[in-house]
């Protein structure tokens, strides 16, 4: 494994990083603001860098006076596709969060990763939505709400990227606090791997769906303290999952210090899970530690290029990228 910095600017807080090949660049997208859980304005940058150059600067694609949370990307055809939530600026960071009439989910365009069109404002409720997942008729996105004092995990169905979404229970467990799922397309089936937020170190839960509307009871992993779960189909046909592990407390300086990969064997996805192993990424020795929030990609070579963001020696978090091989596990 290899690693480095993409930006980092101490002035700010950088997070929530996202990553995808366009075009043949590699196009990072991630947060920008004065701290976490801000009340104060939020923007979105991407960093590009195309092959044997440099990182760019940051150049910046929106701004909003209310939280842009989590942005994620994604290549559809010849189109760049941004997603991400937007929560009302709220005095409560997180009854505001948890209201689903206090958030949407926006989405832009681009043909070149530089000129955006949108945002378009969707009907879809929630906050930390997944990456757009193309189905056989449509197009599905995830994201997590309050209801009935639990968080909840829903999926949106369109058949139009610019109309109508409509929402269908993934999992609502009583007792459980569910959020930011991962969904992907695996061989014939839809498969969604999501976290447990009651602060009790619980794995992540996993679904399984025919259609990607309809899914069976889901069932815990083996994969502990996984949170914001980012799953994908290797080359191999294995699956990969990078995830901030997080089995302790929530108290600051013992919260998001690790960053791990989880390599699911094809034959034990749709089965158990129980084929896999995990990868340590990073780890955040700042006692001000806030990390473990990833995307990533894998290029035309087979490696797989992972970005993260961490506070480790910095004043404040910052983006960092990692490069490494299915053979690594």
Not at 214 to 240: A, D, M
């Amino acid at each position: 494994m290899i690693k480095g910095t993409i930006t980092r600017n101490d002035s700010v807080w950088q997070g929530h990083p996202d990553v995808t090949l366009f075009n043949d660049e590699l196009i990072i997208i991630f947060r920008e603001s004065d701290k976490h859980l801000t009340k104060n304005p939020t923007r979105l940058y991407i960093v590009a860098k195309s092959k044997n150059k440099s990182f760019s600067e940051p150049i910046g694609v929106t701004s909003s006076p209310h939280r842009l949370n989590c942005p994620r990307l994604t290549v559809i055809d010849d189109t760049l596709w941004l997603i991400c939530d937007v929560v009302a600026k709220s005095a409560n960071y997180f009854s505001a969060e948890n209201d689903p009439t206090k958030t949407k989910v926006h989405l832009w365009n681009s043909k070149d990763a530089r000129n955006w069109n949108g945002p378009f404002v969707t009907n879809i409720a929630g906050i930390v939505p997944d990456k757009i997942c193309k189905t056989n008729d449509g197009f599905l996105i995830a994201a997590h709400t309050f209801e009935n004092d639990n968080l909840v995990q829903n999926v949106w169905h369109t058949t139009d990227l610019y109309g109508e979404w409509v929402k269908y229970p993934l999992c609502h467990l009583e007792g459980y606090n569910i959020c930011e799922a991962s969904v992907v397309k695996f061989e014939q089936k839809y498969v969604c791997l999501m976290r447990e937020n009651s602060g009790l170190g619980l794995p992540a839960f996993v679904s399984v769906s025919s259609n990607g509307l309809e899914w069976r009871e889901p069932k815990q992993t083996r994969i502990f303290g996984c949170h914001r779960p980012v799953c994908g189909v290797l080359k191999s046909g294995n699956l990969l999952t990078t995830y901030r592990e997080s089995s302790h407390s929530f108290r600051p300086g013992f919260w998001a210090k690790n960053t791990f990969a989880c390599l699911t064997s094809k034959n034990s996805v749709l089965k158990d899970f129980n084929d896999s192993i995990i990868l340590p990424l990073d780890h955040d020795q700042s006692k001000r530690c806030d990390s473990g929030y990833t995307g990533w990609i894998q290029m035309p070579d087979e490696s797989i290029f992972i970005v993260n963001y961490i506070t480790a020696d910095a004043p404040k978090p910052y983006i960092r990228w990692y490069s490494i091989f299915e053979e690594e596990f």
